[in-house]
Structure formats: structure tokens, C-alpha cells
């Protein structure tokens, strides 16, 4: 079950207050890459509208065949038998169950794992503990989400007569508000895991991860691996008697797309330095470029008390919000219309650099989009790239990087890859310019010591990655890249000290 390292309670303490509710401090000093916490996941569930296998996860249209309601693929011979056994106890009609069937990409599914937790001696205790979890259950009450879980979770559940048959741990009979608690709980505190199948996703609960209050700035990084375990390890140095953060979206939004999901999703106002800033710590990752002070570089910002865009120079120049969201809504379309052409892209790039500041989080998705197809047309050596090709990649790294180091200071995952992306593009152009005898041993040399130093900071952040997910995996590679790049440089050093003697 969920096995949590003896180090939570030895480094955490659980607090409470009016602002976080519970929250975790550091009981100790606490150093960069330290573990605090390796936990197995309570339950497991799809994102709604994905259908997945309750034994391998991957997704499915099948049932299973004895209980007929939770999703079982065609490789999979059966799931928990505790669940199948008491699910079977319900004897449902078939028409009961193709009502649930119908509603199986819904969180029918979600809810109904959620209660078989507390339909079980040996797991029980969970149920209990997670219904200790946020809900923000009166906050939910009568929103779209509410009346969504209503119609599409409750009501089939609460029709086909699951809700009278299932107990919650209480003894209590299951009902309403028991549904949307649970389902409030999986929203306010699920972590997103990778699913088996490229690039899918999945939901994962946790008991004590599920603890740690939220910062735009965090002092935690997490990481979960292929038995689906997370580990929550200190991200820089930590003081005893800090809070314990980690950072609950994606560091690479702007103020108001992370404070939009947080208070939608997680019905909070985060009020971290990044958040109270309007320049988000001087790297303008929402700012537009205002074309009234455009030669004296004017940027207009979103004041946080009005809501107003503002120019940072001239107050007087302002933009409408309907035509930031407009702007930004249909720069969202084209991006995704354009992923993977490279063309589009640069095109893309500077139409938009017009209105937005280089650094806005569109510009670096736009950026992100471009170094994944120039890292594709760099691996493919059909394409023999040209040196324009390799150079252009490593200025969109460093314009990358320059921000992750403001916005992610300590151990990240994001700059331990942009840094990598980074060393490896220099190092093989640097090898390029050399072959075609367009650099000398010694600028060759040069450019690898350069390399070397970048390649060893993006492992040390990389290292601490458990082995089984891909940055784990990666950090091994890596770690043979630099032993390569380690013997290629001493071989050029012996040589250029041969040509010296
Ligand atoms: C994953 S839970 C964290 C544990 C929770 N505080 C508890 O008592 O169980 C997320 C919830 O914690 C609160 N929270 C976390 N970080 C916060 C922050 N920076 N400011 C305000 N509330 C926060 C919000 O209520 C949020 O919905």
C-alpha cells in the first residue's frame, strides 16, 4: 500500500492555517536534491473522457467480463478481485449496467474507485485519510462542474441503485454530497502522472504529497516514475521552519494563465512574489510591447489591483482586455496549428514579436516548438544541417534558459534539459566547424571545455530524476555523452600540448 520513507516525519511537520489549511515546513535544515518523500499512489484514474484499463492503465472501449462496470483491456486477464467480487455483489440488471457503460468516460469511473476504497477492510484507512482532503466542497456548490458531476457521476450511479447498495466507511449510505466531496477531492489534489502509452496523461492521489502547499516559485521539485511512485525532493537549499512548496501548474505560464487554473481548479489566489509582480520578476513572461513607446522600450503589463493594461512608461497607453484575450486566443490557434513546420513557426515568431515581448510564455511555447523540430532535423544527418541550422537552435536554448533561471532558480528538470539541449548543439557544431576546418584544434577545444561545464550542471540536476522515467533515463546518457566529451577533450589537450612541446 502507500509506503511513505520514515524521512517525511523525521523532515516535515504538518501545520495549519486560516490561508493554506494544512501545509508542510521543513523540520530541518534540508539540502538541495534532498528526498523528503517516496510514495505509492492511492488510486489511479483517467483524466474524464479517457476510458483506461483499471489493471495497466492503457486505454480501452472493454469491460470486464465477470463485474461488467470498470474498464479491463483485452491483455489483461483481471483487476482487484476485492473490487470485481464487490461489484458483482450488486447484481445489476443489464440494463443498469449498459447505463453505466454508456456514462464510463465520465468520472462514473473515478467515483466509483474512489468509493470501493471504503468498501474494504484493508483499505479503508485511505479512504478515510483522503477524505480528510481539501475539497472546497461550498465553493463547488452549484458550479459547472457541480451540476457536471451531478448529471454525468451522481445521477447514473444514484439510478441504477449503486449509491443505496455501497457504504462509505462511516457506515453511512453513500450519497450526493459523499460523490461530489470525493470528486472534489481528486480535482483539488491529484497529481498529473504519465500515462503508458507517448505523451498521455493520467491522474495519480497521494496522501502526504497531497499536503504541500503551492508557490509559483517553489523550493520542491516532484517526480514520478513507471510504478507510478512520486518522490518530492528539496529543489535548493531549504531552512528549518520554511514552508514546503511545490509548484501546482507549469512554471512556463504567464501570471494570469497559472492564477486562472489555480483559482478555477484549486479555488485560491496565489499571492507568491511572481504573482504580485506585473513584470513576473522582470522577465515580462505576459508582457506586450506597446507601440506608443515602442523605440523607448515601453511594455504594457496587467496591473494586479485594476485588471488594467497598463503601460510600464507612459500610463496613458493601455490595451483593452478583450483584446488581449482576443489576441492571445487566436495566437494559441495558430501555434497549434503550426506545430512541426518550422517554417511556420519563425514566420509565427515574428509576427507575434511585434505585439508580445521575446520572452511572453506564447513566444516560448513558440520557442519550445522550434528547438524540437530543429533538434529533429539535427538528429536526422540525411539533412546534413547547415551551420545556420545548429546556431539557431542554440540561441533558442539560451533564450529559454535565460528565463528558466529566473523562473525556476534551483534543480530543474526544464533547465537541466534546456542546459542539455544547449551543451549537446554547441559540442556538435563546435565538431562540425572543426571537420570542415573552419575552427582550430585549440577554438575546438575551447568550445568543448565550454560544453563540458553545461553538460555537468544539466547531469547534477538531472541526477536526482529516479531511474525509471525518462529524465532518469536520459541523466544515464548523459552521463555516457560526458564521459565522450571528457575523452575528446583530453585527447585535444594531449595533442595541442604535443604541438606546443
Ligand atoms: C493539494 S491541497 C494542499 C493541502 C490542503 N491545504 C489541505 O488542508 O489538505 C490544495 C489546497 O491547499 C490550499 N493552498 C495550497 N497552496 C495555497 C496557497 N499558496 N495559497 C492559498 N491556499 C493554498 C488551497 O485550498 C488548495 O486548494
Redesign the pocket.
Known sequence: MAAVSDDFAKKCELK?NE?????VVARCDLSAGETLLLEQSIVVLPHIGDRRCSKCFKLTATFCGKCRLLSLCEDCAGHDERDCQRLRELQLSDEQVQILQEKANTEVQPALACLLLGEHQHSRPLFEEMS???T?LEARRGTEIWKRYQAHAYAPLEATGVVKQLHSASGNAVDEILVQRLLGILD??VYEIRAPEQGGAMRGLYRRA??????CMPNLETAIDDERRIKVFANRQIAAGEIL?IC?TSVLLGNEERRHILKTG???????ARCQDPTELGTHMSSFICSGCACSGGYIVRQLETGTWQCLLNPEHTLKPEFVSNMLERAKEEIFHARGDIYRLELLLVKMSRLLHGNHYLMLDLKQNIASVLRQILQNMAHSPSRKVYERKIRVCQELLLVLKVVAPGISRLKAIALYELANTQAELARKLYSEQEQSSRELLGELNQTEIMMREALRMLLFEPVATPEGQMSRSMLRELKELQNDIKLLQDSNDDIVN
Not at 210 to 215: E, I, P, V
Not at 266 to 272: A, E, I, L, M, R
Request: net charge neutral; aromatic share 18%; charged share 15%.
Open positions: 495549519q490561508t493554506l489549511g494544512r501545509f480528510q482532503m481539501e472546497h483539488v489534489n497531497a499536503l504541500f502547499a503551492h508557490s512548496y501546482y484549486k479555488c485560491f489566489d496565489c499571492s507568491c
